[in-house]
């Protein structure tokens, strides 16, 4: 099974400044999926990265608001932007391992806007 | 957009009870996966069942999935306080895609 490494597991963050969070995996993989989870909420799929292509966004969300990096096949980032109070999340990254048709994710990145 | 919904959205049963939780998702899948949160945290896979299976059991865990009613459920038997969590079923729509989220169930085991 994969194992997933996501930083920072969480911050506190002023309106209008930008977070970045990174996810190591252990192995190679070649989808990389980010997710949001608000307040008491399910997870919601930002986007999907892959490796040398541009990520492909869920409706509702834009690049420019959570622009994201897979500079190869075991990391990636995604940015949260010009942040506000809404913003404020837990935001997981997952792997998909084509060992296992099972999904894997990180322990999670929890925000707060402030 | 979330693919399916679950029921109940909370449940609070006494120790040792039963609990059941059911998910109903809109489109064909390849497999649906129950997963469990706790206190808001990382996500623990618990079973994952394919389209062309119908029950799945893994120790305390039953699973089953009913394709023709897009529907699956959850039983986990002899509750224990370590059971109280966050309880989210999760579809895929082929064998190496995204995943998408029901609403969740939340369960309380009463001591």
């Known amino acids: 099974s994969a194992v997933i490494s996501q930083k920072p597991s969480r911050d506190i963050c002023q309106r209008g400044t930008s977070l970045t969070i990174q996810c190591q995996v252990d192995s190679q993989v070649t989808m990389m999926f980010w997710y949001r989870q608000q307040p008491g909420q399910s997870l919601t799929l930002i986007a999907t990265a892959n490796q040398g292509s541009e990520a492909t966004y869920e409706s509702g969300f834009v690049i420019d608001k959570f622009p994201i990096s897979r500079p190869n096949l075991t990391f990636s980032t995604l940015t949260v932007s010009n942040m506000s109070p809404e913003d404020s999340s837990i935001y997981l990254c997952?792997?998909?391992?084509?060992?296992?048709?099972?999904?894997?994710f990180g322990q999670g990145t929890r925000l707060t806007v402030v | 957009s979330q693919q399916g919904e679950e029921d109940p959205q909370a449940l609070s049963i006494q120790e040792g009870e039963n609990a059941t939780m059911n998910c109903s998702y809109k489109?064909?899948?390849?497999?649906l996966q129950w997963y469990r949160q706790n206190s808001g945290r990382g996500l623990v896979h618990l079973i994952l069942?394919?389209?062309?299976?119908r029950e799945k059991h893994s120790g305390r865990l039953r699973v089953t999935l009913d394709t023709s009613k897009k529907s699956s459920s959850l039983l986990i038997t002899a509750s224990r306080a370590a059971d109280t969590a966050s309880y989210f079923c999760?579809?895929?729509?082929?064998?190496?895609?995204?995943?998408?989220f029901g609403s969740g169930t939340r369960l309380s085991i009463r001591p």
């Open positions: 997952s792997v998909e391992d084509r060992r296992s048709p099972q999904s894997f």
């Open positions: 999760a579809t895929a729509y082929s064998s190496a895609s995204k995943i998408i």
């Open positions: 069942i394919r389209s062309n299976e």
């Open positions: 489109t064909s899948i390849n497999n």
